[in-house]
């Protein structure tokens, strides 16, 4: 690992050894190595087909890596399913939201919490969610595929959130949504990171991901091309070219 | 909304007629197909008003109207409040009506100078007498211009009409149809309650409501619907808004009532009836169970038929002396137990495979094993075990120590269904609300996202079809002991397909939804083999299915009993959408200050995204 890695000889909360995987025949990541450190905000960025979303399926364990190690608190967990990652506080907010469309807004929230049995710890985190959200609230019973953009992606996030993670890992927040709400949802991504839960980001947006990130990562054909903090890979000229536009 | 009213044209002089000329044909084309299936002439043999109007007009003249009614309907958008255009509206009727008559008078034209009887079985003279009255081809022809012209005009005026004249008009066509259609259930039932008399007042002698009771029970209903005008939907709307304890009260009344009527009514019903009852009781078990498999986790099962088979052929070879190879003549409760550990087996071993097929690919799987079963069934090579094509006989009925259930008895039957319905109806309604219910509802709704959730998909999957196969077994060991012999032939692919009609009609993944549609359907169509209360329907009765398949999945595809919570949100959806996006739209204009000119289209509420 790079020298950007800001560990005071800490555990990673979520790390990949060298991590490879296969569709059928075809290699898809290639000697992936990644740590996510606990509370850190820390984005992966790379273009079409470059394994971001396979990243996000192996980190959570729906797809098994070929060869290397899926490593949650410094334990092996390549075998281990899902659930075992949910229960141990690795949640994803999937690619476009994708709620249960024609179930209600709370049954998508409870549904975040499938694998808890705290009754009294669910509604406590029910009811943080709807103060971090007050139009949630509003909308409890309303179908969520009904709901706008911007609500459905405060469902999504608050969906995710009911699993009380660690870490969240979001693929693409800021897909499809209108440009007033894209700056909404980075703030609303900071604030549940200042309460403590890491964050790890596939973003294509990666300039504004890079602003709001500690450490980035740059994906290409399934390798990590760069991995340094997201001041450095701001200013790389490399990266400048290729993602943010320039040049 | 503006855009769109000043869109429409106000006045006859601005008549849309290619879709007027679309409709006529409509209706033209649906008047001939109808004649040509020999509908008319067959159900001509039922009267509905002694004398006046037989069952065959009835249809024919409802075409007309309905159409009509659509075509003038047509331009109002879902939710709005209904438009009334006045003049266009019913020149729209009145020519559409027109058009097909003139269609139809071009069939009598076509019947009375060719033969195509070869090709067309119904291409016959009844057919032409039918259309004529008996009067000949001008006064046919004249006349079906004229009724036609008369009741698209009728159907467009409906849609004029104020909504008090629109209602109780409906209400009084309605009851008068289901009075007469019912006669056997209503007579029977006035006999259960020694009320001979009024039947013989109500209805005529060789069938049909005599002209006095039309009239006089005419004015009752629609005297009764003005008065209840408002007052069921306050009531429903009160249930429904109702919380906590009273709303517990009202539901323990709710169910008290339905309850003795269900215990208590059948007490009074004759043997047809009653046979009638048990029949819808057993597809409904049937349809309980695969509301559980399609509609809550969304596994599209074609081949549901065969747990039906795997109860009925438990429940025959464990408790008739005739089974060929095992014979241990139990009694029905103990059978059972082996019942459900075989559909629940039988559910893990079909299930298993085709877990992790999706949708089209899953339905053609299943299709093929719900085959498969019955084939095993009737082999040679199983006949040894289970009787092959002769099946097992002699399946004793359930003796309950006091009393005898078997299908000389249907009364007992019911009963005995009614019993195994309630089971199965607390079952569902209690998954639904449960941890597994909810998993059920993540996997058919987004199975990837929710195997993301941490929910066991495949596991969940698995649940939902060994609780439908239980249920379905239910259904066949009760099938067993009523008929008193199983036989492969009794478990065809048709069973798979009605039940899955009962559940769409009715609304997938809701319990009242599956209730109605049991009683709609197998009550009053008639079930695979079964007949229902339309028993003239009886040859027509796979294409009414088939017709309102594929009505529901266009135009109401949460079934006729959307659940509470659905069809709330459904009348709510369009005038809220619309408010929230116009919020959205406003907000995003403030902030970006730039005009968003996004058009708020009622009918994409599903899709909205900024």
């Known amino acids: 690992m790079s020298e950007a890695v800001p560990t005071n000889g800490a555990t990673p909360l979520l790390e990949f050894r060298r991590v490879n995987t296969h569709y059928g025949a075809v290699h898809i990541l290639k000697d992936v190595d990644l740590a996510i450190y606990p509370g850190e905000l820390v984005c992966l ?110 469902v999504a996030i608050g969906r995710a959130l009911m ?55 740059v994906l290409q054909t399934g390798r990590v091309v760069l991995d340094d903090t997201a001041e450095a890979l701001m200013a790389n000229p490399e990266l400048r070219a290729s993602y943010l536009g320039e040049g | 909304m503006n855009e769109r009213a000043m869109d429409l044209p106000r006045s006859a002089v601005d008549q849309n007629w290619p879709h007027v000329l679309r409709w006529g044909l409509v209706c033209g084309l649906v008047l001939v197909s109808l004649c040509l299936v020999g509908m008319p002439v067959e159900l001509d043999k039922r009267a509905i008003i002694e004398r006046h109007l037989s069952l065959g007009y009835l249809f024919v003249l409802l075409v ?87 009741l698209g005009l009728a159907g467009a005026a409906l849609h004029v009409v104020p909504s008090v004249v629109r209602r109780t008009t409906a209400f009084v066509v309605f009851g008068l149809f289901f009075l007469s259609v019912l006669e056997a259930a209503i007579s029977d039932l006035s006999e259960g309650f020694g009320l001979e008399s009024l039947t013989d007042w109500l209805y005529a002698k060789k069938g049909g409501l005599t002209v006095t009771s039309t009239i006089v029970v005419g004015l009752v209903i629609g005297a009764a619907s003005m008065v209840t005008r408002g007052r069921v939907k306050a009531a429903t709307n009160r249930y429904r808004d109702m919380e906590g ?23 009074f019903l004759g043997k047809i009836m009653n046979e009638l009852l048990a029949n819808v009781g057993i597809f409904l078990l049937l349809a309980l169970g695969l509301n559980i498999v399609v509609g809550l986790a969304g596994l599209l099962d074609l081949g549901y038929v065969a747990f039906f088979a795997v109860g009925g052929y438990t429940t025959a070879v464990l408790t008739s002396p005739n089974s060929p190879w095992f014979a241990p003549e139990l009694h029905f409760g103990v059978a059972l137990v082996f019942v459900v550990i075989a ?55 359930v003796d309950l ?36 219910g909810r998993a059920w509802m993540a996997v058919r709704e987004d199975e990837q996202v929710a195997e993301a959730m941490g929910i066991n998909t495949v596991n969940a999957k698995l649940m939902a079809f060994v609780v439908g196969a239980v249920l379905a077994s239910f259904s066949g060991a009760v099938l067993a002991a009523k008929v008193g012999s199983i036989f492969p032939t009794s478990f065809m692919i048709l069973v798979s397909i009605i039940i899955l009609v009962v559940v769409i009609v009715g609304g ?24 229902g209360l339309l028993q003239e329907f009886q040859n027509y009765k796979l294409l009414i299915y088939g017709i309102l398949l594929v009505f529901m999945m266009l135009k109401r595809p949460e079934g006729l009993v959307p659940s509470a919570r659905r069809s709330r949100e459904l009348h709510q959806d369009e005038f809220l959408q619309d408010a929230w996006l116009q919020g959205d739209k406003l907000e995003s204009e403030e902030e970006e200050g730039t005009v968003v000119t996004a058009t708020v289209s009622t009918g994409e509420v599903g899709g909205a995204e900024e």
């Open chain 1, 45 to 154: 960025l790379g273009g079409n087909a470059s394994g971001k979303s396979t990243t996000l399926k192996t980190l959570l364990g729906m797809v098994t890596p070929t060869s290397g190690e899926v490593v949650l608190d410094g334990e092996v967990v390549n075998d281990k399913p899902t659930s075992y990652r949910v229960i141990n506080g690795v949640t994803m907010v999937p690619e476009n939201r994708r709620l249960f469309k024609r179930l209600s807004v709370k049954e998508n929230l409870q549904l975040g919490a499938y694998l808890r049995n705290d009754k009294g710890g669910i509604a406590e985190d029910l009811e943080r969610i709807y103060e971090l959200f007050p139009r949630v609230r509003e909308r409890l019973s309303q179908k969520s595929g009904t709901l706008s953009g911007g609500e459905q992606q405060m």
């Open chain 2, 245 to 267: 304890a009273e709303r517990q009260k009202a539901s323990m009344i709710l169910f008290v009532v339905v309850a003795v009527l269900c215990i208590v009514l059948p007490m």
């Open chain 2, 64 to 150: 007309p109207i309905a159409i009509g009614w659509v075509s003038s309907t047509l331009l109002v958008l879902e939710g709005v409040e209904n438009r009334r255009q006045g003049l266009y509206d019913l020149v729209t009727g009145l020519v559409v009506g027109l058009i097909g008559g003139g269609v139809l008078s071009l069939l009598m034209v076509a019947l009375d100078n060719w033969n195509l009887r070869d090709p067309l079985v119904n291409w016959s003279p009844q057919l032409f007498r039918f259309l004529t009255y008996e009067n000949g081809m001008g006064f046919g022809a004249a006349a079906w211009l004229c009724t036609g012209a008369l």
């Open chain 2, 401 to 436: 120590g006091f009393a005898t259930v078997k299908g000389t008895d249907p009364r007992s039957v019911f009963y005995l269904v009614l019993v195994f319905c309630a089971i199965a109806i607390y079952t569902s309604w209690r998954l639904q609300a449960s941890r597994l």
């Open chain 1, 163 to 217: 699993s009380r993670p660690r870490v969240l890992l979001m693929d693409e927040p800021s897909m499809g949504l209108a440009p007033a709400l894209v700056q909404q949802n980075f703030e609303l991504i900071q604030q549940i990171h200042s309460e403590g839960v890491a964050i790890f980001m596939v973003e294509q947006n990666a300039n504004m991901a890079l602003s709001i990130a500690d450490r980035g990562w």
């Open chain 2, 343 to 397: 559909a629940g087996l039988t559910g893990l071993l079909i299930g298993a495979p085709v877990i992790r097929m999706r949708g089209d690919y899953l339905a053609i799987v299943t299709l093929g094993f719900g085959e498969i079963i019955r084939l095993l069934f009737m082999s040679d090579w199983l006949g040894p075990y289970f009787g092959g094509a002769q099946g097992i006989t002699n399946i004793p009925g």
């Open chain 2, 508 to 531: 997938m993944g809701n319990i009242a939804g599956v209730l109605v549609g049991s009683f709609v359907l197998i009550g009053v169509l008639g079930g695979p083999k079964q007949p």
